[in-house]
């Protein structure tokens, strides 16, 4: 909730500011990179250019949210919508041209559910690795894929968030992979006599 309310604070003063200040915010490659303003990876990811916008990002990232901080705790949560969301802003906007600006959460929305599909994969042992892929997969395409292409919208920054969350869930699950294991739950079929 925490989470969401600051989403929600950001959005609200910046959709007061003039807009000669809210260019202010918006990262481009020639802003960051060319002129050193490097503090626009850190608020460009939480500004959204209107209320859809802001919605359609939010509603992801709060149930992600719940998941990754209810199964992982607060770290891997902060670790991904902070100092992730800026690498994810930084190389997203070097495909870019000089400048066009970069708004919004979705790359992060979708490094979550990058990270969270690896530690499902490897963490969930009571199905075949193979059904627990199919099902990954399947979660993937039906969540992360567009149903329409929109112009407005950075389809890099979700790819490079997906690809930013499968590593980081696979660094995390090298780092922790002893406590997690230990903290999974088996269910025994009582019939089974075992």
Known sequence: ??????????????????????????????????????????????????????????????????????????????ILSF???????????????????????????????????VLYLFIDRRRSFWKRLLRGMGFTFAVLLPTTFEPQVSYTAHAVGFAVGLLYGLIHFAIYHQALRAAEVFELDEGSGD
């Not at 990811?45 to 916008?53: A, I, M, R, T």
């Not at 070097?94 to 992060?108: F, R, W």
Request: aromatic share 14%; charged share 10%; glycine share 8%.
């Open 83 to 117: 100092p992730l969301a800026a690498v994810i802003e930084a190389v997203t906007l070097k495909s870019y041209p000089p400048d066009v600006g970069l708004l919004g959460i979705s790359g992060v929305v979708y490094a979550m559910c990058g990270f969270w599909l």
């Open 1 to 78: 909730m925490i989470c969401l309310l600051f989403l929600m604070l950001v959005n609200s003063v910046f959709w007061k500011l003039d807009p000669v200040w809210r260019q202010k915010v918006v990262a481009t490659q020639s802003s960051v990179f060319a002129q050193g303003e490097i503090g626009r990876l850190l608020i460009s990811p939480y500004v959204h250019s209107d209320l859809k916008h802001l919605m359609a990002n939010a509603s992801m990232f709060f149930v992600l949210a719940i998941f990754i901080y209810g199964y992982f705790g607060a770290a891997p949560l902060l």
